[in-house]
């Protein structure tokens, strides 16, 4: 290669590195002061991890072209990156264990709207039983799909309780351990009414929430701030909830929270209850959005407009101290939702 050509091509490269890592240092710095409560900024948070990808490509760039400045500046953002999500593609070693049985639990957001397109809810019935999990909640629960999952489950899953909706904020638990509708409430402006459970299994009883948060969609200034204020509060309502009801036993709640990790909803429940996929599972677990054209596809079709697979983690299974996370997964999604559910297997201290 022409020693001009390949000097002005570093040249570029170089300036190219400095303008991202410029701008990274920027979104940082808005993230560390302002977090949510700026506009757009909470859901320009929500894909920060991609943001720091080409980091490392530039981080190689200026080893090679001996660009020693960039390289300190690209391999300070590498190490950031690190910070946030390293921790999540580290071995968990030694698996833990726990001394009694344990209780297999999955999320999953069923997608209220599968009644208006060619999705069966006999998928979703059909992803339950490959996981075969001992409890079951459900967000965007239909009357479609409550008659398939009375009709198709009532046999391994005697103990439900159902409270579906024609449109996207039903609920539905089902269980092979008996369950107890407590008749409480929470209070807040949630999509749908969340569940609050007692769940009797092996004489210890639990207590199990089932919610839903509403969603951010395109809008004013005004309209996002609103929905990343009331996720806000509902967290906080969450978290004080989880504490009056731990005082008495242990604690489950999973639900669609349509939050990521480095939101301050997330940070608020997190406090108080511990994370099955931070505690035991593998990667990223990006849940959303995953309603695949075929078996590998790389795209979902949003809005009219082919999006990226799982792109997201917004849905989770939090849990009191009193259990030890055994493992945590991301099944497949067999086909039914925009969502792949989660499955963790929890054991008591």
């Known amino acids: 290669m022409d020693n001009k050509y390949e000097t002005t091509l570093q040249k570029f490269a170089a300036v190219l590195g400095w303008v991202y890592l410029v701008g990274l240092c920027l979104w940082l710095g808005l993230y560390l002061i302002f977090g949510d409560d700026i506009g757009y900024l909470g859901l320009i948070n929500s894909f920060a991890?991609?943001?720091?990808?080409?980091?490392?490509?530039?981080?190689?760039?200026?080893?090679?072209?001996?660009?020693?400045?960039?390289?300190?500046?690209?391999?300070?953002?590498?190490?950031?990156?690190?910070?946030?999500?390293?921790?999540?593609?580290?071995?968990?070693?030694?698996?833990?264990?726990?001394?009694?049985?344990?209780?297999?639990?999955?999320?999953?957001?069923?997608?209220?709207?599968?009644?208006?397109r060619s999705g069966d809810p006999r998928n979703i019935v059909d992803s339950i039983l490959h996981e075969d999990p001992d409890i079951v909640m459900m967000q965007e629960f239909t009357h479609a799909t409550a008659r398939t999952v009375r009709r198709e489950l009532s046999e391994q899953y005697p103990y439900q309780i159902l409270a579906p909706t024609w449109d996207v904020y039903g609920k539905g638990v089902i269980s092979k351990y008996p369950l107890t509708n407590t008749g409480d409430t929470l209070p807040g402006n949630w999509k749908g009414t969340p569940q609050i459970l007692t769940l009797d299994w092996q004489g210890q009883e639990i207590t199990v929430i089932n919610y839903h948060f509403n969603k951010s969609a395109p809008g004013s200034i005004a309209e996002v701030d609103a929905t990343f204020a009331n996720r806000e509060n509902l967290a906080q309502i969450l978290a004080e909830a989880a504490i009056q009801y731990g005082e008495k036993r242990p604690v489950i709640a999973t639900g669609d929270s349509n939050i990521t990790p480095l939101g301050e909803a997330y940070k608020t429940i997190h406090a108080e209850l511990q994370d099955a996929w931070l505690e035991a599972g593998f990667g990223l677990g990006h849940t959303y959005p995953a309603d695949e054209f075929g078996r590998n596809a790389l795209f979902s079709v949003k809005w009219g407009l082919p999006i990226p697979q799982k792109l997201i983690r917004i849905d989770y299974i939090f849990v009191s101290d009193d259990w030890v996370v055994v493992n945590a997964v991301r099944p497949r999604n067999r086909g039914g939702s925009d969502h792949l559910p989660v499955v963790a297997e929890i054991g008591l201290k």
């Open 49 to 116: 991890f991609y943001y720091f990808l080409p980091a490392f490509i530039f981080a190689i760039l200026a080893f090679l072209m001996r660009r020693w400045s960039l390289l300190a500046v690209s391999g300070a953002a590498v190490v950031v990156f690190l910070w946030f999500w390293g921790a999540l593609f580290l071995p968990r070693l030694p698996r833990p264990t726990v001394a009694g049985e344990t209780l297999k639990v999955m999320t999953y957001n069923v997608e209220g709207v599968v009644r208006n």
